[in-house]
Structure formats: C-alpha cells, structure tokens
C-alpha cells in the first residue's frame, strides 16, 4: 500500500475515532503534520501521565499492525485490522475499531472499553 493511500486511510480511521473516543476533551487533527492531539479527560490522563498526547499516523498504523496479528482484541476487530492492512478498500472504519487502535497507539492497549 502506498504512502498517499495509507496516509488517507488512517485520516478516515481518526474520523471514525472522533465518535467512538470518551477519554479525551479536544482531539486535533493535521493532515499535513499526520499527528493526532488529544486532550485527555481525568481518567486517562492519570493513565498517560500527562494531559495531552500527540500521537502520529506512523504510530497508529503500528497499533493496527499489532491489532491484525491477533490476540489483543476481540476477532471482529482484528479482522478490521486486517482488511486495513491487507484489503484497505475493504476496512470498516467503525468508530469501536478506531478508539481501540488510537488507543492503544496512546497507551499500548486497550485501557477504557
């Protein structure tokens, strides 16, 4: 998958997340940086140990590649995972999949949900 393609797929993914994600005040995105900044609520921050994340699409795709390998979330979602790495015209880019790959591109793994 090309560069350009990735780059609009993650874009879409953080559209999606923007329903799904509770744990953050104010999200920001920038395409042209392709950095995600969160605001993190009480909870979350306490869990990063700060109040505010950036997180880049670079990290996100990582996150989705260790979705896709399985064993960190349930099967519906890494079948998501895979169709994004393997059959991206294919994703579902449902906001449940889109907090828990931002998720755990913040914190390693799926901490609220």
Same mark, same amino acid.
């Given at each position: 998958?090309?560069?350009?393609?990735? %780059?609009?797929?993650?874009?879409?993914?953080?559209?999606?997340? #923007?329903?799904?994600?509770?744990?953050?005040? *104010?999200?920001?995105?920038?395409?042209? %940086?392709?950095?995600?900044?969160?605001?993190?609520?009480?909870?979350?921050? *306490?869990?990063?140990?700060?109040? *505010? =994340?950036?997180?880049?699409?670079?990290?996100?795709?990582? &996150?989705?590649?260790?979705? &896709?390998? #399985?064993? =960190?979330?349930?099967?519906?979602?890494?079948?998501? %995972?895979?169709?994004? =790495?393997?059959?991206?015209?294919?994703?579902?880019?449902?906001?449940?999949?889109?907090? &828990?790959?931002?998720?755990? &591109?913040?914190?390693? *793994? =799926?901490?609220?949900?």
């Amino acid at each position: 998958m090309n560069k350009e393609l990735q %780059a609009e797929l993650v874009s879409d993914l953080i559209d999606a997340a #923007g329903y799904g994600i509770n744990w953050a005040v *104010e999200a920001v995105q920038d395409d042209a %940086a392709q950095t995600y900044t969160l605001t993190l609520d009480e909870d979350a921050a *306490e869990e990063a140990g700060k109040s *505010e =994340v950036v997180v880049t699409y670079a990290q996100i795709r990582t &996150a989705i590649r260790k979705i &896709a390998k #399985g064993g =960190v979330l349930n099967p519906v979602l890494t079948s998501s %995972a895979k169709d994004f =790495v393997f059959r991206p015209d294919e994703a579902d880019l449902d906001s449940d999949f889109a907090d &828990a790959a931002i998720q755990i &591109a913040v914190f390693g *793994e =799926v901490v609220f949900g």
